[in-house]
């Protein structure tokens, strides 16, 4: 069973900068994509950002609206891990942050294709 381990929320000010991370238990996890959403209170979760491959070194990055230019994924091979880097932030970044893995082929952008989910990690942006 693959875990996904979210960290690096926290509270910040507006203008500060954060980066999640999210580390798979497995290594091999080459056929999934990986994305982050958030879910602020009372709403829905929301695409945030999502990372795509083909096996090897050629990738698309693909965001929501509200946060292009400001955040950006990347990704580790050899940790396993990817990360969201949070710039500028802004109190409506509120929410907590969730890291999935959906299965290669499947729509990045929807919550409901993802096959893994972590934890979840609280990010909080005050004015």
């Known amino acids: 069973q693959v875990q996904l381990v979210e960290s690096g929320g926290g509270l910040v000010q507006a203008g500060d900068s954060l980066r999640l991370s999210c580390a798979a238990s497995?290594?091999?996890?080459?056929?999934?994509?990986r994305g982050w959403f958030r879910q602020a209170p009372g709403k829905e979760r929301e695409f945030v950002a999502a990372?795509?491959?083909?096996?090897?070194?050629?990738?698309?990055?693909e965001y929501a609206d509200a946060v292009k230019d400001r955040f950006t994924i990347s990704r580790d091979h050899a940790k396993n891990t990817v990360y969201l880097q949070m710039n500028s932030l802004k109190p409506e970044d509120t929410a907590i942050y969730y890291c999935g893995a959906v299965e290669s082929g499947r729509s990045v952008w929807k919550g409901n294709e993802y096959e893994y989910w972590g934890q979840g990690t609280q990010v909080t942006v005050s004015s």
């Open positions: 990372l795509t491959w083909n096996g090897g070194s050629v990738f698309l990055k």
């Open positions: 497995e290594r091999g996890f080459t056929n999934y994509n």
